[in-house]
């Protein structure tokens, strides 16, 4: 256990009388804690699960002490909001929002596999634990992992309130974060128990997924967006009293609320209705949560606890035959023998229902897309001042970006937790490993480069009409020859048949890299004779037809030259 939860671990166990007097035992409510703060600091959050794990197992991740560094530094990015005028009200609405906005984030993608925990009723009410020790050991848990995350988004503008304000405003701003942590776990309740009511426990879980990788392309685009963002506002300079709506938003009542303890007067009379509802609303949701909330989410934690493989197979069923079906005529127009179908098909199904392979993959996407908005916001005004250039240039440039997403899933694919099951290689009559890594590289192509792909021809039509389509065309075969090199030097992996923690994933994210500048450098080549019709027919044969080339290649891949699990 690392020296932060050491330390939580004897604030909240520092009133032991008085636990004791409520019928705890504090001996056994130690050992609780302890074991369950040290399964934190193994357990990578969203942030750290792309990242590589070391191959011993027996280390001790320090998740924790990431945590914390990843909250601090966003704390720290929110110090912009007290950059925008001198005005209390205006600052802190712009703080409450992002802190609001990131801790329930955070929450839902952090937090879920603390409370939605069902191995507390396998594990420890089996053993001699009465009731009560049970209960304020999991409410101490999850005081303890909010904590976590509350302080170092707050402690960097609280130390900036103190220097600005004094020691009082501080201390006010103190009891908003709490309030405004109160709120914000009522809020997470409410999705939580929403949610549930409207799908079943285990689509819940794909749901809470999806909100991890929301979370993650979150994280990046406000890394992108809110630096720019607050250098405009605070040239421009903002007036909230002209806006009524601001009342139904709970940052604006801390905001105002804090204005209101701070300087004892308001600006009108929604701001101190405002400043009322922030300290009524984070009472009044806690007493819903213990009242209502907190009763049926125990109830539907129990159904998750008791939802087997039966129900997953059951309601996945429909939508996994819906989906064979189109994969299953793609397979058999783009596979060449009945091996390199399957791998395709393999492929396709598991990259579709495998949540580890989406947490590492789509925030790749999400990257792509906010990097693809941030290129077309910064580059309008350099395109439209150039005759035809970049302007010209563009939809091709989208052709070489796209392919990252199409290299980000084939660094992945061969890689899973469940690599045991890989065993129906080995047992199968196959003679040429080749035939499914194939079948599994088109997979890939298909459903990370086929859209884009298309996108690329709609732009490319829309900006340059049909003239364009040849260099469209020729920036579209160059990525996807960049891929088949990429699949000729690294892939040679059967699908999902390595465990996650291997030590030569390390240097995937280099591999990567180097593709990127292959795709710079092509790219470089294309842009110089983009405007030459003849080079461009040449340098398109010659890609069409390295390509061709390297997909033989992949298919006579033998077992010699594979790669396999330890």
């Known amino acids: 256990m690392n020296i932060v939860n050491r330390f939580f671990l004897a604030v909240v166990l520092a009133p032991g009388s008085l636990y004791s007097r409520w019928g705890v035992d504090v001996k056994k409510m130690r050992s609780i804690l302890t074991t369950k703060l040290t399964m934190d600091d193994r357990r990578p959050n969203t942030m750290q699960a792309t990242r590589q794990r070391r191959g011993n197992k027996d280390a001790i991740s320090n998740a924790t002490l990431?945590?914390?560094?990843?909250?601090?530094?966003?704390?720290?990015?929110?110090l912009m909001a007290f950059s925008l005028t001198g005005d209390y009200v205006v600052q802190l609405t712009f703080f409450f929002g992002m802190f609001i906005t990131m801790l329930c984030m955070s929450l839902v993608s952090d937090f879920t596999s603390v409370l939605i925990d069902v191995r507390d009723t396998q594990i420890i009410l089996p053993k001699p634990v009465n009731d009560i020790t049970f209960i304020v050991a999991r409410l101490l848990h999850i005081f303890v992992h909010v904590c976590k995350m509350v302080i170092p988004l707050s402690l960097p503008a609280f130390v900036y309130?103190?220097?600005?304000?004094?020691?009082?405003?501080?201390?006010?701003?103190?009891?908003?974060?709490?309030?405004?942590?109160?709120?914000?776990?009522?809020?997470?309740?409410?999705?939580?128990?929403?949610?549930?009511?409207?799908?079943?426990?285990?689509?819940?879980?794909?749901?809470?997924?999806?909100?991890?990788?929301?979370?993650?392309?979150?994280?990046?685009?406000?890394?992108?967006?809110?630096?720019?963002?607050?250098?405009?506002?605070?040239?421009?300079?903002?007036?909230?009293?002209?806006?009524?709506?601001?009342v139904a938003m709970p940052p604006y009542w801390?905001?105002?609320?804090?204005?209101?303890?701070?300087?004892?007067?308001?600006?009108?009379?929604?701001?101190?209705?405002?400043?009322?509802?922030?300290?009524?609303?984070?009472?009044?949701?806690?007493?819903?949560?213990?009242k209502y909330l907190a009763p049926a989410f125990n109830q539907k934690l129990a159904m998750i606890s008791g939802s087997g493989s039966t129900t997953s197979d059951t309601s996945a069923a429909p939508t996994a035959r819906q989906a064979g079906g189109f994969?299953?005529?793609?397979?058999?127009?783009?596979?060449?023998?009945?091996?390199?179908?399957?791998?395709?098909?393999?492929?396709?199904?598991?990259?579709?229902?495998?949540?580890d392979f989406k947490l590492l993959v789509y925030p790749s996407i999400g990257y792509f897309l906010v990097l693809f908005v941030m290129m077309v916001f910064r580059g309008v005004n350099r395109m439209e001042a150039q005759e035809g250039g970049l302007t010209t240039f563009f939809p091709v440039l989208i052709a070489y970006f796209g392919g990252i997403i199409s290299i980000s899933a084939l660094s992945q694919v061969s890689y899973s937790n469940q690599y045991s099951a890989a065993w129906v290689y080995y047992a199968s009559p196959l003679a040429r490993p080749g035939d499914i890594i194939g079948g599994a590289l088109k997979a890939v192509i298909v459903q990370f480069y086929a859209l884009v792909a298309l996108f690329t021809l709609a732009v490319g039509l829309w900006t340059g009409g049909t003239d364009m389509l040849p260099n469209v065309v020729l920036g579209l075969f160059n990525q996807l020859l960049i891929i088949y090199i990429y699949a000729v030097f690294n892939f040679k992996k059967l699908p999902f048949s390595q465990p996650m923690n291997m030590n030569q994933r390390g240097g995937q994210l280099i591999k990567t890299l180097m593709m990127v500048f292959a795709s710079l450098i092509i790219g470089s080549v294309h842009y110089l004779f983009i405007k030459e019709p003849k080079a461009i027919g040449l340098a398109f044969l010659l890609s069409a037809t390295a390509t061709w080339l390297l997909m033989r290649r992949i298919r006579n891949i033998d077992w010699e030259e594979m790669e396999f699990a330890e």
Not at 178 to 191: D, E, P
Not at 216 to 237: E, K, N, V
Not at 270 to 282: N, T
């Open 161 to 246: 309130v103190t220097i600005e304000a004094g020691i009082v405003a501080a201390l006010v701003f103190g009891l908003m974060v709490f309030l405004a942590t109160l709120l914000s776990i009522f809020l997470i309740n409410a999705v939580y128990i929403f949610i549930l009511r409207i799908t079943t426990p285990e689509r819940f879980k794909n749901v809470i997924s999806y909100i991890q990788i929301a979370f993650a392309i979150g994280i990046y685009a406000a890394y992108q967006i809110l630096p720019r963002m607050f250098d405009r506002l605070g040239s421009t300079g903002i007036d909230l009293t002209q806006y009524d709506w601001l």
């Open 66 to 78: 990431g945590t914390m560094l990843v909250s601090g530094l966003m704390g720290l990015a929110f």
């Open 254 to 290: 801390f905001a105002c609320a804090f204005n209101t303890l701070v300087t004892f007067k308001t600006d009108n009379l929604l701001q101190l209705i405002s400043a009322i509802l922030a300290i009524l609303m984070p009472v009044l949701s806690i007493y819903l949560v213990v």
């Open 327 to 355: 994969a299953d005529r793609l397979s058999h127009i783009l596979s060449g023998n009945r091996m390199e179908r399957a791998g395709f098909m393999m492929a396709w199904r598991l990259m579709a229902r495998s949540r």
